[in-house]
């Protein structure tokens, strides 16, 4: 009879999956593209990642905005309505699918994240019913909406927007990526980032960007 195989520490502790909380408003270009990177790193790493909803409206209310922006966060509502009802009638893994489906439209297909239609589409590409779209037309669940955007954005304070990611206890807006790497890149950025929230010191890392959103998936 062979003697069991033991683990060392380092490798009991690579095996544990580690869960990230990423917060997303549908129409955000780069929370889709930092939502398509963890969805690369569960590929390499014992990682999952669950969905919630946060929302951009929520987080502008009150905000000295110039007028067509005013009016676009107005608009902006709807959408993040909707991918709120999904999860909390369907679940978070439901919720992941209509994401994929809604923010496909929305970024690399280039539907308006502000047309009622484009949420119906992806609605019927999840295999929901369509009809849940109307609940984008209604404030009636807007405390569930903010209770959902302030479970995520509060912990990472005001002076950000999303992605918003919460892992090993702190939360911090980004990466903001432009592509998302796949395969090994991916968890080697997924790597140093989860290193950054080990020291409960660390704040902030910023360069400004030089390209805009990219929504083809990098190469290995």
Known sequence: MTDAVTQTPDAAAADEQTRVDFWFDPMCPWAWMTSRWMLEVE???PVHTVFHVMSLAVLNEGRDLAPDYRARMDQAWAGARVALAVGEQYGPDTLRTYYTNVGTRIHPEGESPLELETAIRALADTQLPIELAQVG?????????RKSHHEGMDPVGNDVGTPVLHINGMALFG???????AGEK???LFDGFKLMTEYEGFFEVKRTRTVGPNFVIADH
């Open 186 to 188: 991916a968890g080697r």
């Open 43 to 45: 590929k390499v790493r």
């Open 175 to 181: 990466p903001v990526i432009s592509p998302a790497p």
């Open 137 to 145: 037309l209604t404030d009636a669940n807007d405390d569930a909406l």
